[in-house]
């Protein structure tokens, strides 16, 4: 069990390109989360897989972004039109039904 | 609207200096409450999972509680290895897991 990984960990682009992030959770665990968090905050929820199927997203989640989890297996965020607003940690998530939650070390996103 | 504070913003302790965290909720249903550790420009470490008032769980020189309202993390003769930031965070509603975090809590600890 090598935990949940996320890459790159750092990104750094400038405001209109578009990014996407990669998230490869504990094997075993069915659930996905991707959180966002900025300074002195705690992390906010963004969107929820179970296996392949993305089954809640928040209202933070704009139509620029968008989420995938093929297979049920690894996950990728995609930031279109990236905005100096969307510069923050993302953070991943992994958990079996009722279980704790596991994070990865983020993704570091600054637009310039 | 399901809502977590964290109390105090930042704390700082001498080494040995016990002290106690503050998280108060209001959630609609809950299914879990979950205390995590935060070190700097790292993700959040998993440290308890508590599901009813009156449960208990320890590790190491922590221990956190559970009642109808709020959780408290005790840390007992903190070392300066324990400073980080401390969330806390619900589970609650709907079974989907998803988590909502209070602000968090940045604990100091000086030799």
């Known amino acids: 069990d090598t935990g949940v990984s996320q890459n790159p960990r750092h990104k750094i682009t400038k405001r209109g390109q578009n990014v996407t992030f990669r998230c490869d959770p504990i094997s075993e665990h069915n659930r996905l989360y991707w959180y966002r968090q900025t300074l002195g905050q705690g992390p906010e929820f963004l969107t929820y897989f179970q296996n392949e199927a993305q089954l809640e997203k928040s209202r933070l989640l704009s139509d620029r972004f968008s989420a995938e989890r093929p297979k049920g297996s690894f996950s990728t965020l995609e930031i279109q039109r990236t905005e100096q607003g969307d510069s923050a940690m993302y953070l991943c998530?992994?958990?079996?039904?009722?279980?704790?939650?596991?994070f990865g070390q983020g993704t570091r996103l600054t637009v310039v | 609207e399901d809502q977590v504070t964290q109390s105090p913003e930042a704390l700082r302790l001498q080494e040995g200096e016990s002290s106690s965290l503050n998280c108060s909720y209001t959630v609609s249903g809950l299914r879990g409450l979950f205390w995590y550790r935060q070190d700097p420009g790292k993700g959040p470490e998993f440290l308890f999972t508590?599901?009813?008032a009156g449960e208990e769980k320890e590790k190491e020189r922590l221990k956190a509680t559970l009642t109808k309202k709020e959780s408290f993390l005790h840390i007992t003769a903190p070392k300066p290895e324990d400073s980080a930031t401390y969330l806390c965070?619900?589970?609650?509603?709907?079974?989907?897991?998803?988590?909502?975090f209070g602000q968090g809590t940045t604990l100091q600890v000086k030799p």
């Open positions: 508590l599901y009813s």
């Open positions: 965070a619900v589970q609650a509603g709907s079974n989907t897991g998803k988590l909502i």
């Open positions: 998530a992994s958990s079996l039904a009722n279980g704790g939650a596991f």
